[in-house]
């Protein structure tokens, strides 16, 4: 494989990574000021602003897993793809994917194929 084609994949891969690193980041930070600011100004219950809180955080993270994960299968596939590398890749993938469902779980707190709360209620009142 062409070295420089092998090299512009690697900093793409890179980038991709620095992105969801910089995506938990940010978010965190900005999930952290808007309960900080819920917190000073007594906006509501403090249950909601750190349910809120836990709830940014997550969205934070499950946003920038998906760009590590992006950028270890531009990485892994791209370059030289060899059983050994697909099957890390495989199982990082793997440990990603259960941490996001996790994540989607206690922040729904429902299931993924599960109804919104919202939306069995509507049904039920029609």
Do not use: C, K
Not at 55 to 79: H, N, S, W, Y
């Amino acid at each position: 494989m062409d070295t420089s084609f092998a090299n512009l994949v690697e900093r793409v891969g890179q980038a991709v990574d620095v992105a969801g690193v910089a995506l938990i980041v940010l978010g965190a930070l900005m999930a952290t000021v808007r309960f900080a600011l819920s917190a000073i100004s007594r906006q509501g219950p403090f249950h909601d602003a750190y349910r809120g809180y836990r709830q940014g955080l997550g969205r934070a993270i499950l946003l920038g897993l998906e760009f590590l994960v992006a950028g270890d299968i531009i990485r892994t596939v791209a370059v030289a793809p060899t059983f050994a590398s697909v099957g890390v890749l495989a199982l990082i993938v793997i440990v990603r994917t259960f941490l996001s469902f996790s994540l989607e779980i206690e922040l729904e707190n429902r299931l993924p194929w599960q109804t919104p709360p919202q939306q069995r209620m509507s049904r039920q009142g029609s």
